[in-house]
């Protein structure tokens, strides 16, 4: 079992940054995906950027240079950088982990990020 803890969602004016942190309960070794997802009300939860063991990036295109998605193995933590934010980008971030060992596709609860003027 892996448990996922977000944090660093805040309220920030449009062109701002935040940096999401997203902590992991064990080491995961193996191959694994970590990624980062995001659920705006009333969408279905979108693929924002992952990072995989092999060190491969995939951004979605509306976040393409403006996030970074990196890891810190001896922290475990997953980061997600936001620059240049803007009100689209509004919603709960959820961190996710899938493959590897421990086995399985855990989540975390979500963190929430608002641009708003």
Known sequence: QVQLVESG??????GGSLRLSC???TDIFGVW???WYRQ????QRTLVATLSSSGG?????SVKDRFT????T???TLYLQMNNLKPGDTAVYYC???GGIPVGDYWGQGTQVTVSS
């Open 96 to 98: 996710n982990s899938n």
């Open 23 to 25: 902590v992991a309960s």
């Open 9 to 14: 969602g805040a309220l920030v004016h449009p």
């Open 69 to 72: 998605i990196s890891r810190d």
């Open 33 to 35: 995906i970590m990624g």
């Open 74 to 76: 001896g922290k475990r």
């Open 57 to 61: 990036t995939k951004y979605a295109d």
């Open 40 to 43: 705006a009300p009333g969408k």
